[in-house]
């Protein structure tokens, strides 16, 4: 039956044939120096599958494009995982095609007949790097938005088309919708597509001349390759969801601000371009763009220097070339991390930004990102609007030993604090900064109430805030008090009336806090007395509804709640 | 033949790659932008966010958006002037050494004097200065984007 079911197959699509390919004998053998081909397409393959399964998450533009990756970091089901293997797997191929590029080059593998085998060996490392250019825009956080504007700068102020090749692929005269777009496109969808044509090239390329001798016998590829070949992918797999996370995932810092000063530097292995170009002054065009020109053109010329065996000197000649210059790539790259290392200031601004990234992604996961982007998360905690208003109009006078007026902190008309300020109205926390008011002749003297009648005085008060958890008894041993005694005077508890003091209908109320807002000089509240700016035609109704709605607020917060809305933002 | 077909679907690919070159994309009004009262500049440069009040960008028109940033100080006549927080060498945003009292790029090392006149790095000119008015007691800027490199100013 299945030997039927085979035949059916095979006349149709001929596998036989196919798998018969690993069993023949290839000359050459097998050898764990083959496997870094297939570790290369394995990679590719990783990236290929984790990048789509972030793309069924990603938004590429300006408004949702950090707030979706935040999303896959901090809430998708293994987001971060599959984020940072997708990231440091781009690594790991760098360092797959890169150990190929020497492998090979030891072997003289360039040689012919295997000249553009070589070439198109070197095209998939330039296509690899273009990789991770084109990806790291798309978290538009303040590290892929700074490196990349600084990239594309380069290509810029270079001369030719440098400028219209720049525009073309930013999507016009500035970074935005059309940039995320271009490079999503770009990173998803063109490379891809270019890598898979050279891969498929170099893989012809390979079948037509075979693998390099390794001097073994020859062997079939399975087992003998494919085994080995499976080894090192598991292997390599192990260690790349190791060091992923060991280095912490992919990373997201804060959304991408345009007044940061950020310090921007490039990935890894561009860290010696980096390094190069801050050392050498006047070259810095140059060996931005030109380097790396250059360096592919020799090792693409390379195999007209040494173009048959037989001739080592020629051959030490090129190996000799290849390690001093990586050598070098590696000595410039370290020397440049030490130089940060060392910069203080540059640790601090980390530092500052890193805090800055926690508080985004914590805004982020806890109120959502609003449409305009990720930089509008810093402007959805609680009672942002009033905490802004406040540190412009209000902190002056009412926080701070500078201050000209009462204290107007977490606790604001509980019970403590009412008791407080009748015990002793001109105390330096209550009016006795006031000038105005602790120097005119109404001032309020400290009450003489004490015991039950002080503890039924601050009820009645205390009533009129809206509290639910008012004492009911109290209160209507409190009305006579009031109505009878010295408070009654200046104050009245029907709202309208004018009157020396503020009027105590709905005091520590929303309602109450709006008035104030508005005119705390009305004959109703504060009078003659007041020393106050009027706020009614400087502020919009919601600003000052949104100012009422946090002292209210504040009647139940603590000092640590206040701490806890308090912005972190890095200059 | 195979060319004819090749031309004919590339040439307008290209045009449409093209689309972009050359064009306004994001775009914003251009009219002078509040950004703080007048009496909170002093001798030491304050960097102001600078927000439009909208940003068309391709698709889509938002609200509040920062374009970038100006730092304000009051110079030894008494008035205020604004600087461009883009570096003119690659368009870092600046940041100000308080304790060297210059501008330095955290890029790549330019560093520049109170009024923006280049001291050492890369950049091939001075900050890029922005208009200033004060209306009502508040400093209003008008944010302009420059062209990165040379030493001339040119708009972008």
């Given at each position: 039956?299945?030997?039927?079911?085979?035949d059916?197959?095979?006349?149709?699509?001929?596998?036989?044939?196919?798998?018969?390919?690993?069993?023949?004998?290839?000359?050459?053998?097998?050898?764990?120096?083959?496997?870094?081909?297939?570790?290369?397409?394995?990679?590719?393959?990783?990236?290929?599958?984790?990048?789509?399964l972030?793309?069924?998450?990603?938004?590429?533009?300006?408004?949702?494009?950090?707030?979706?990756?935040?999303?896959?970091?901090?809430?998708?089901?293994?987001?971060s995982?599959?984020?940072?293997v997708?990231?440091w797997?781009?690594?790991?191929?760098?360092?797959?095609?890169?150990?190929?590029?020497?492998?090979?080059?030891?072997?003289?593998?360039?040689?012919?007949?295997?000249?553009?085998?070589w070439?198109?060996?070197?095209?998939?490392?330039?296509?690899?790097?273009?990789?991770?250019?084109?990806?790291?825009v798309?978290?538009?956080?303040q590290?892929?938005?700074?490196?990349?504007?600084?990239?594309l700068?380069?290509?810029?102020?270079?001369?030719?088309?440098?400028?219209?090749?720049?525009?073309?692929?930013?999507?016009?005269?500035?970074?935005?919708?059309?940039?995320?777009?271009?490079f999503?496109a770009?990173?998803?969808?063109?490379?891809?597509?270019?890598?898979?044509?050279?891969?498929?090239?170099?893989?012809?390329?390979?079948?037509?001349?075979?693998?390099?001798?390794?001097?073994?016998?020859a062997?079939?590829?399975?087992?003998?390759q494919?085994?080995?070949?499976?080894?090192?992918?598991?292997?390599?797999?192990?260690?790349?969801?190791?060091?992923?996370?060991?280095?912490?995932?992919?990373?997201?810092?804060?959304?991408?601000?345009?007044?940061?000063?950020?310090?921007?530097?490039?990935?890894?292995?561009?860290?010696?371009?980096?390094?190069?170009?801050?050392?050498?002054?006047?070259?810095?065009?140059?060996?931005?763009?030109?380097?790396?020109?250059?360096?592919?053109?020799?090792?693409?010329?390379?195999?007209?220097?040494?173009?048959?065996?037989?001739?080592?000197?020629r051959?030490?000649?090129?190996?000799?070339?290849?390690?001093?210059?990586?050598?070098?790539?590696?000595?410039?790259?370290?020397?440049?991390?030490?130089?940060?290392?060392?910069?203080?200031?540059?640790?601090?601004?980390?530092?500052?930004?890193a805090?800055?990234?926690?508080?985004?992604?914590?805004?982020?996961?806890?109120?959502?990102?609003?449409?305009?982007?990720?930089?509008a998360?810093?402007?959805?905690?609680?009672?942002?609007?009033?905490?802004?208003?406040?540190?412009?109009?209000?902190?002056?006078?009412?926080?701070?030993?500078?201050?000209?007026?009462?204290?107007?902190?977490?606790?604001?008309?509980?019970?403590?604090?009412?008791?407080?300020?009748?015990?002793?109205?001109?105390?330096p926390?209550?009016?006795?900064?006031?000038?105005?008011?602790?120097?005119?002749?109404?001032?309020m003297?400290?009450?003489?109430?004490?015991?039950?009648?002080?503890?039924?005085?601050?009820?009645?008060?205390?009533?009129?805030?809206?509290?639910?958890?008012?004492?009911?008894?109290?209160?209507?041993?409190?009305?006579p008090?009031?109505?009878?005694?010295?408070?009654?005077?200046?104050?009245?508890?029907?709202?309208?009336?004018?009157?020396?003091?503020?009027?105590?209908?709905?005091?520590?109320?929303?309602?109450?806090?709006?008035?104030?807002?508005?005119?705390?000089?009305?004959?109703?509240?504060?009078g003659?007395?007041?020393?106050?700016?009027?706020?009614?035609?400087?502020?919009e109704?919601?600003?000052?509804?949104?100012?009422?709605?946090?002292?209210?607020?504040?009647r139940?917060?603590?000092?640590?709640?206040?701490?806890?809305?308090?912005?972190?933002?890095?200059? | 033949?195979?060319?004819?077909?090749?031309?004919?679907?590339?040439?307008?690919?290209?045009?449409?790659?093209?689309?972009?070159?050359?064009?306004?994309?994001?775009s914003?009004?251009?009219?002078?932008?509040?950004?703080?009262?007048?009496?909170?500049?002093g001798?030491?440069?304050?960097?102001?966010?600078l927000?439009?009040?909208?940003?068309?960008?391709?698709y889509?028109?938002?609200?509040?958006?920062?374009?970038?940033?100006?730092?304000?100080?009051?110079?030894?006549?008494?008035?205020?002037?604004?600087?461009?927080?883009?570096?003119p060498?690659?368009?870092?945003?600046?940041?100000?050494?308080?304790?060297?009292?210059?501008?330095?790029?955290p890029?790549?090392?330019?560093?520049?004097?109170?009024?923006?006149?280049?001291l050492?790095?890369?950049?091939?000119?001075?900050?890029?200065?922005?208009?200033?008015?004060?209306?009502?007691?508040?400093?209003?800027?008008?944010?302009?984007?420059?062209?990165?490199?040379?030493?001339?100013?040119?708009?972008?």
């Amino acid at each position: 039956m299945r030997a039927r079911i085979g035949d059916w197959l095979d006349e149709r699509v001929g596998h036989r044939e196919v798998l018969a390919q690993w069993q023949r004998p290839v000359a050459g053998g097998a050898s764990f120096a083959h496997t870094l081909s297939f570790l290369f397409a394995f990679l590719l393959v990783i990236e290929a599958v984790s990048g789509a399964l972030l793309a069924l998450y990603y938004a590429p533009s300006t408004g949702a494009a950090w707030a979706s990756v935040a999303y896959i970091e901090d809430q998708v089901t293994l987001g971060s995982v599959v984020r940072g293997v997708h990231r440091w797997g781009m690594s790991a191929v760098v360092i797959v095609a890169g150990l190929h590029l020497v492998v090979t080059a030891l072997r003289g593998g360039y040689r012919r007949p295997r000249e553009v085998q070589w070439w198109l060996g070197l095209g998939l490392i330039g296509v690899v790097t273009l990789y991770s250019v084109s990806g790291f825009v798309l978290r538009w956080d303040q590290y892929g938005y700074w490196a990349t504007k600084v990239e594309l700068a380069y290509v810029n102020d270079a001369p030719g088309p440098g400028r219209q090749l720049v525009q073309a692929v930013q999507g016009g005269n500035e970074f935005g919708n059309l940039t995320l777009t271009h490079f999503y496109a770009l990173h998803a969808v063109v490379l891809p597509i270019v890598t898979l044509l050279l891969a498929w090239a170099f893989r012809a390329q390979a079948r037509r001349h075979g693998v390099l001798p390794t001097g073994g016998p020859a062997r079939a590829a399975w087992p003998y390759q494919s085994v080995r070949n499976w080894v090192v992918a598991a292997l390599a797999l192990i260690a790349l969801v190791a060091w992923s996370q060991h280095a912490g995932g992919a990373g997201l810092d804060g959304p991408a601000d345009p007044t940061a000063a950020y310090d921007a530097r490039p990935q890894w292995y561009f860290r010696p371009l980096f390094a190069l170009v801050n050392t050498f002054g006047s070259l810095r065009t140059f060996i931005a763009l030109g380097l790396p020109l250059v360096v592919f053109g020799v090792l693409a010329a390379v195999p007209f220097f040494d173009g048959r065996p037989g001739r080592p000197r020629r051959h030490y000649a090129v190996l000799a070339m290849l390690f001093v210059g990586l050598a070098g790539a590696i000595g410039v790259s370290m020397q440049s991390y030490a130089k940060d290392d060392d910069d203080q200031e540059l640790q601090r601004r980390t530092h500052r930004f890193a805090r800055e990234a926690a508080r985004a992604r914590t805004l982020a996961k806890t109120h959502g990102v609003p449409a305009p982007g990720g930089l509008a998360v810093f402007t959805t905690p609680r009672f942002y609007v009033a905490r802004t208003l406040w540190a412009s109009e209000c902190a002056s006078c009412h926080e701070g030993d500078d201050r000209k007026a009462p204290v107007l902190g977490p606790g604001l008309a509980s019970r403590a604090h009412i008791r407080s300020l009748l015990v002793d109205p001109s105390a330096p926390e209550h009016y006795g900064l006031a000038k105005k008011i602790v120097e005119d002749e109404n001032a309020m003297p400290k009450t003489e109430a004490t015991g039950d009648d002080l503890d039924a005085l601050v009820e009645l008060i205390y009533a009129e805030t809206g509290a639910t958890d008012v004492d009911p008894a109290k209160v209507e041993k409190g009305k006579p008090l009031f109505d009878d005694g010295p408070c009654a005077d200046c104050h009245n508890r029907a709202g309208t009336d004018a009157s020396t003091g503020p009027n105590l209908a709905g005091y520590g109320s929303r309602r109450f806090y709006e008035a104030v807002l508005r005119d705390s000089g009305a004959p109703n509240l504060f009078g003659k007395l007041d020393d106050m700016p009027a706020y009614d035609d400087d502020l919009e109704p919601n600003q000052i509804r949104a100012m009422a709605d946090y002292l209210v607020w504040l009647r139940t917060a603590t000092p640590a709640d206040l701490e806890a809305l308090k912005p972190s933002r890095a200059p | 033949m195979g060319g004819g077909v090749g031309a004919a679907l590339l040439v307008p690919a290209a045009r449409l790659v093209g689309h972009a070159v050359g064009r306004v994309v994001v775009s914003s009004p251009t009219d002078p932008i509040d950004a703080i009262a007048a009496d909170q500049v002093g001798d030491l440069p304050v960097r102001v966010p600078l927000v439009a009040a909208s940003v068309r960008d391709a698709y889509a028109s938002t609200a509040n958006v920062v374009l970038g940033a100006a730092w304000l100080r009051r110079g030894q006549d008494g008035q205020i002037a604004a600087l461009s927080s883009v570096c003119p060498h690659k368009g870092c945003a600046i940041g100000f050494a308080e304790g060297a009292k210059r501008y330095e790029c955290p890029c790549h090392s330019a560093t520049f004097d109170l009024d923006g006149n280049r001291l050492s790095g890369p950049a091939e000119r001075g900050l890029d200065p922005l208009p200033v008015v004060i209306e009502r007691g508040r400093v209003k800027v008008t944010w302009v984007r420059y062209q990165n490199g040379g030493a001339d100013r040119k708009p972008a």
